[in-house]
């Protein structure tokens, strides 16, 4: 064998080709006609050994910046969090590490007990009855409430908040764009919501009112207010939510939300260069049989002893695709776990205390910021608020590079209103002096 990891013997290639009757491999693209094949060799390296190719690998790599060699800034949707030493070693274990479809009961009992505790944390978190056993991530399940939306009120118009991270609405425009679903937003007022303009947009045609909490600058929405808009013309209320702030603010679902969604990114799952995430979604009972994606159900056996079944699926998601709201039928079941054991671990008040110092944390930060002279937009934030500079954020964040700081989001790139504008994410992991450190060292580069 030539590969370890290809054990694909030339003997055995050559009863493959005898099998089927050709003499070589170039006899299976004969139909490729002679002129258009590719003459030469490709511009590729040539093979190395198992170690070199290692080596190489981990020089490469090595070039990698993240958080565990630059103190990390960075969030604007995936955030630099504790995560306890427990989860990757229960998720590496075998059986949770290869599981993945549950459709057999009898031998996924495990799978399944570790799914109806992540629905039942959701549930506590969001304030409402029913959660889903996970989906791809935060804007997905947002996006996939747009589109229930629609088909719980047979209305074809969703008013979605500007503060809503510019890429989630990017992905509430795709779901809705093949079932013919009109997106319309509403304006900024500062970093919130125009709640005016907001309700000058929901009107009779409008299936939901989607808005983010806390929103993409980290202000706060007053979910309060925009209940009423909402209900005022019988359209849902969808609220999407990082979970680790709701642990601490009043939750969506306390403030009348029929949807709220999210990513759990926050517990347990490392940022990894973007994905994969774990998107959560929770509905009220009304609108449990519409859910995406799988629920499961506790029951009991003929002998009365405990047992989960996947429960309440609506089939067209997976036999009828073209009458589904939805074509969701899988979940993140590994992040879904790794989330549930972070949670667990932390408990119910070591994650409100989690929640306490990210809030202290930045507001630690933005009063440093003041003090050095920045402006500072927004009042009531999380973990994230915005700052104004002087200079371009993308040659700003180069210097911090080489500072070792990872600096925070450039919101010039998405709104002309913000150019110059930095979204700074503080978490409980931002020591006093990496925050005091980062404040000068970007006091410095601005000028």
């Known amino acids: 064998m030539s590969h370890r990891y290809l054990p694909v013997t030339e003997k055995d290639k050559q009863e493959m080709l005898d099998v089927i009757g050709i003499k070589d491999v170039s006899e299976l693209f004969s139909d490729i006609p002679e002129e258009v094949r590719f003459k030469g060799d490709l511009n590729i390296e040539p093979a190395k050994d198992e170690y070199s190719l290692m080596r190489e690998l981990t020089r490469i790599s090595n070039k990698n910046i993240t958080s565990a060699t630059h103190s990390s800034f960075l969030g604007a949707g995936v955030y630099d969090h504790y995560i306890p030493a427990v989860v990757d070693s229960l998720i590496s274990r075998s059986e949770f590490y290869t599981a993945y479809t549950p459709y057999q009961p009898e ?74 679903i009109e997106v319309v937003v509403a304006d900024l007022d500062g970093t919130t919501t125009d709640l005016k303009h907001l309700e000058e947009l929901a009107d009779e045609d409008t299936a939901a009112v989607m808005v983010q909490y806390p929103n993409f600058f980290g202000s706060i929405e007053d979910l309060e207010a925009i209940e009423k808009i909402a209900h005022k013309h019988k359209g849902l209320f969808i609220v999407n939510s990082n979970p680790l702030a709701i642990s601490l603010l009043t939750p969506p679902g306390e403030f009348g939300a029929d949807i709220v969604t999210g990513d759990t990114q926050v517990f347990g799952i490392p940022a990894q260069f973007g994905g994969p995430h774990c998107g959560y979604f929770a509905a009220t009972k009304k609108l449990m049989r519409r859910m995406p994606g799988r629920l499961v159900g506790q029951t009991q056996d003929d002998d009365g002893n405990r047992g989960f079944v996947l429960t309440l699926q609506a089939r067209e998601q997976h036999i009828r695709r073209e009458k589904a709201t939805s074509n969701i039928c899988s979940n993140q079941a590994l992040n879904a776990l790794a989330s549930s054991i972070a949670m667990s671990a932390l408990g119910k008040y070591g994650v409100v205390e989690m929640a306490e110092n990210n809030i202290q944390n930045a507001h630690y930060a ?53 150019k110059n504008h930095m979204l700074i994410a503080v978490t409980e992991l931002r020591s006093k002096d990496e925050i005091d450190a980062f404040v000068e060292r970007l006091g410095a580069y601005n000028g």
Do not use: C, W
Request: hydrophobic fraction near 40%; aromatic fraction near 12%; charge should be negative.
């Open 107 to 180: 031998v996924s009992q495990g799978e399944l007990q570790a799914i109806f505790e992540f629905q039942t944390l959701i549930s506590e978190l969001t304030g409402l009855p029913i959660a889903n056993s996970s989906m791809y991530d935060g804007p997905t399940a947002f996006a996939e409430g747009a589109t229930m939306a629609a088909g719980a009120t047979r209305k074809k118009k969703v008013v979605v908040s500007g503060a809503v991270h510019p890429q989630t609405l990017e992905v509430i425009k795709t779901y809705t764009h093949a079932q013919n």
């Open 366 to 418: 933005k009063e440093a910021f003041k003090s050095a002279g920045f402006e500072v937009l927004g009042d009531m934030n999380f973990n994230e608020f915005v700052v104004k500079l002087n200079k371009d954020v993308t040659e700003i964040n180069d210097e911090l590079y080489e500072d070792g700081f990872i600096g925070g989001y450039d919101l010039g790139l998405d709104f002309d209103e913000f």
